[in-house]
T-cell receptor, first 114, second 112 residues
Framework: NAGVMQNPRHLVRRRGQEARLRCSPV?????VYWYRQLPEEGLKFMVY????????ESGMPKERFSAEFPKEGPSILRIQQVVRGDSAAYFC????????????FGDGTRLSIL | QKEVEQDPGPLSVPEGAIVSLNCTYS??????FMWYRQYSRKGPELLMYTYSSGNKEDGRFTAQVDKSSKYISLFIRDSQPSDSATYLCAMSAGSGNTPLVFGKGTRLSVIA
C-alpha cells in the first residue's frame, strides 16, 4: 500500500536551469498539495490541485513556478530559471477529499541550486 | 503576529518523561488541528488529527484543543529515544478547500 511517492529525492541544478519535481499521490487520492520547507522554517503552502485543475495557487510565486496534475500521471511542480533562493525541500501531500481531511506527505525532493 | 506560533526548542528530556508540546494561533476560523512528526530527511508523518475543541488519545499520545484560548497541545507519555524528532502542529479552516498552516516545529530529543 504505497504512500505518496516523490522523485527525485535529491535534485541539483545550476542557476538558470529548470527543475521538475514529481509526485504520485496515495492510490485513490485525487487532491494534491505542494509545500516548501526552508531550513529552520515550517512548511509553507504553495499550491493545491485536483485532477486537471488548480484549486488554490495563492502560495506559489507568480513567476517561474507552475504546477499541474494531469488526468493520467503524477503531479509536476516546475521551476524555471532556478535561482539560489529556490534551494529548499519541496513536499507533496495528498488527501482523498478537500476541506480539512488529513493530508499524507511524501519524503520530499531536496533541491540544491549551484 | 504569525498565524501559528510554536516554540522551536530544542527540547531535551530523559527517557520516560512526559513531554508537552504546544502551539497558539490567531485565526479563529481554524477548525481542524493536526500534529505531525518529522524525522531528519523524511516527510511529515501524521500523528494526531482532531476537529474543534476537546481531547483525543492514541496510545502514548494525547492531543488537546482549546479553541477559546486558541491553544493546542500534544502530550507524549513514557517518552522513548525513538520519539526524538521535530513535531509540527498544523491547522486549517476546513471550509472548502483550504491548505494547512504549519508552526515552525519543535525539535525534541529524548535521552536514554
Amino acid at each position: 500500500n504505497a504512500g505518496v511517492m516523490q522523485n527525485p529525492r535529491h535534485l541539483v541544478r545550476r542557476r538558470g536551469q529548470e527543475a521538475r519535481l514529481r509526485c504520485s499521490p496515495v492510490k485513490g487520492h485525487s487532491h494534491v498539495y505542494w509545500y516548501r520547507q526552508l531550513p529552520e522554517e515550517g512548511l509553507k503552502f504553495m499550491v493545491y490541485l485536483q485532477k486537471e485543475n488548480i484549486i488554490d495557487e495563492s502560495g506559489m510565486p507568480k513567476e517561474r513556478f507552475s504546477a499541474e496534475f494531469p488526468k493520467e500521471g503524477p503531479s509536476i511542480l516546475r521551476i524555471q530559471q532556478v535561482v539560489r533562493g529556490d534551494s529548499a525541500a519541496y513536499f507533496c501531500a495528498s488527501s482523498p477529499s478537500g476541506g480539512g481531511q488529513p493530508q499524507h506527505f511524501g519524503d520530499g525532493t531536496r533541491l540544491s541550486i549551484l | 503576529q504569525k498565524e501559528v506560533e510554536q516554540d522551536p526548542g530544542p527540547l531535551s528530556v530523559p527517557e520516560g518523561a512526559i513531554v508537552s508540546l504546544n502551539c497558539t494561533y490567531s485565526n479563529s476560523a481554524f477548525q481542524y488541528f493536526m500534529w505531525y512528526r518529522q524525522y531528519s530527511r523524511k516527510g511529515p508523518e501524521l500523528l494526531m488529527y482532531t476537529y474543534s475543541s476537546g481531547n483525543k488519545e492514541d496510545g502514548r499520545f494525547t492531543a488537546q484543543v482549546d479553541k477559546s484560548s486558541k491553544y493546542i497541545s500534544l502530550f507524549i507519555r513514557d517518552s522513548q529515544p525513538s520519539d526524538s524528532a521535530t513535531y509540527l502542529c498544523a491547522m486549517s479552516a476546513g471550509s472548502g478547500n483550504t491548505p494547512l498552516v504549519f508552526g515552525k516545529g519543535t525539535r525534541l530529543s529524548v535521552i536514554a
